[in-house]
C-alpha cells in the first residue's frame, strides 16, 4: 500500500529581502510503502490488552516478530496519516515537528515555496525527517486488509504481597510488553542492574500455572487469591511461546564472571595455571559474546565454556539453573522444528 503522508521539516533560510538567514519550518510530504501480507504468513497467536479499560486486541506472529491489531482498515490508517496533528494519527508524533498552536511563531512556508538557493548548506532537516518517519511506519503492516503494527514480546508482570491485616497473600499480574531492546540492554550491558531487575519481575504466560504450583509448593504461606488486570492470552503456543531463558542465562554468566575476575585480582599471586587455564577460555567467550550477540557460533562456544564450567563443579547453582532452563528452552524449539512437515511444493 502506497500512501502519500505529509509532514514539517525545519532548516535555517534567507528569506526574500532579509539580509541575515533565520530558522523556519517547511511543508513536506513523501511516499510511503507499507508492506502488504497475506494472513496465513502471520496466523494469530493470542490477545493482548495492557489493562482492564483497554479492548483485547488480536495478536500475530511471522516467525520473527510479533504484532498487534491496529483496529484500523487501510482506508482509516491512510486517512489519519492525512491529518498530522490527529491525536488517532499512528505516524502523528513523527510527522510534526514542533508543538501544535505554536505555527504562528516561525515561518512555515508551502513545499513549493522553497528555494534550494535559500537553504543554509547543512542545515535543512529533510533527510533526516524522512528517515525518522520511516522508522516509524516500517512498524506497520497491512495484514490482509487490516492494519497491525509490531509488538514487544508479551508477559505477565508480577508481584507477591502478603496482607498483613488478614494474612492473605496475592498474586498480582498486569500484562507488560517487553521491546527488544531491553533484552538488549542485558546482552550489552546498558543499564544493566535496571534491565536485569525488571527482567526478573516477569513471567511467561505459558508458565504461569506452573509457576503458581511450585510457589505454593515450596513457600510457607500459598497464594490465596491472583488480582489480575489486563489480558494475555498465548493461544498457539505450538507456534510462539515467549523465552527469557536467553538474558536470564547471560545475567548469571556475568555475575559469575564478575565474581570470578575479583577473586582472581584479590589473590593474583596465588592462582593456579590451572585455574586461569579455565578462566580465561570462559572470559574471552563471554566478551565475544557480548561484543556480537546475536552470533549463534559464539553463543554456542559460550555454552560450551559454562558447560565445562558445570562439569567441572566450579559453577554456582544460580548458573546451573539457568543453564539447564536455557538448555531446556533450546532442545525443545530443535524438537518443534524437527517435528515440522518438510514444506512441499507450491499449488
Known amino acids: 500500500m502506497i500512501i502519500e503522508i505529509p509532514f514539517i521539516r525545519s532548516m535555517r533560510y534567507l528569506m526574500p529581502r532579509a539580509r541575515n538567514p533565520r530558522e523556519i519550518y517547511a511543508k513536506s510530504s513523501m511516499l510511503l510503502n507499507i508492506l502488504e501480507t497475506d494472513a496465513s504468513e502471520s496466523p494469530l497467536v493470542g490477545m493482548y ?34 491529518a498530522p496533528d490527529s491525536d488517532d494519527n499512528p505516524l502523528g508524533s513523527v510527522q510534526r515537528l514542533y508543538l501544535r498552536g505554536r505555527w504562528d511563531v516561525d515561518v512555515l512556508l508551502e513545499e513549493g515555496d522553497v528555494i534550494n538557493g535559500r537553504i543554509v548548506e547543512g542545515t535543512d532537516t529533510l533527510d533526516e525527517r524522512r528517515a525518522t518517519i520511516l522508522d516509524v511506519a516500517n512498524q506497520y503492516r497491512v495484514r490482509a486488509g487490516k492494519i497491525v503494527s509490531t509488538i514487544g514480546e508479551p508477559y505477565w508482570k508480577y508481584r507477591v504481597s502478603t496482607s498483613m491485616r488478614n494474612n492473605i497473600k496475592t498474586l498480582f499480574l498486569s500484562p507488560v510488553t517487553v521491546p527488544t531492546s531491553l533484552v538488549e540492554k542485558v546482552i550489552k550491558n546498558e543499564n544493566f542492574g535496571e534491565a536485569t531487575s525488571y527482567l526478573s519481575q516477569l513471567l511467561p504466560a505459558h508458565e504461569l500455572d506452573s509457576f503458581i504450583e511450585h510457589y505454593n509448593a515450596t513457600c510457607r504461606i500459598p497464594i490465596d487469591e491472583i488480582n489480575r488486570s489486563g489480558v494475555l492470552e498465548i493461544t498457539a503456543p505450538e507456534i510462539y ?20 575476575s575479583k577473586e582472581i585480582a584479590g589473590h593474583i599471586d596465588e592462582v593456579s595455571i590451572e585455574e586461569m587455564e579455565r578462566f580465561i577460555p570462559f572470559r574471552d567467550a563471554f566478551n565475544a559474546y557480548t561484543e556480537t550477540p546475536g552470533d549463534t557460533d559464539l553463543l554456542g562456544e559460550l555454552a560450551d565454556q559454562v558447560a565445562t564450567l558445570i562439569d567441572s563443579g566450579d559453577a554456582s547453582g544460580d548458573l546451573v539453573k539457568a543453564f539447564k532452563a536455557w538448555r531446556a528452552a533450546m532442545d525443545e524449539k530443535a524438537n ?3 517435528s515440522e512437515p518438510p514444506a512441499g511444493p507450491r499449488p
Open 336 to 338: 518443534e522444528v524437527a
Open 49 to 82: 490488552a495492557e489493562n482492564d479499560k483497554t479492548e483485547p486486541r488480536d495478536v500475530f506472529y511471522d516467525g520473527n516478530q510479533l504484532y498487534i491489531d491496529t483496529g484500523l482498515n487501510a482506508d482509516e490508517f491512510e486517512q489519519l496519516c492525512l
Open 241 to 260: 511461546k515467549e523465552d527469557l531463558t536467553l538474558p536470564v542465562l547471560y545475567d548469571k554468566v556475568r555475575f559469575y564472571l564478575q565474581s570470578w
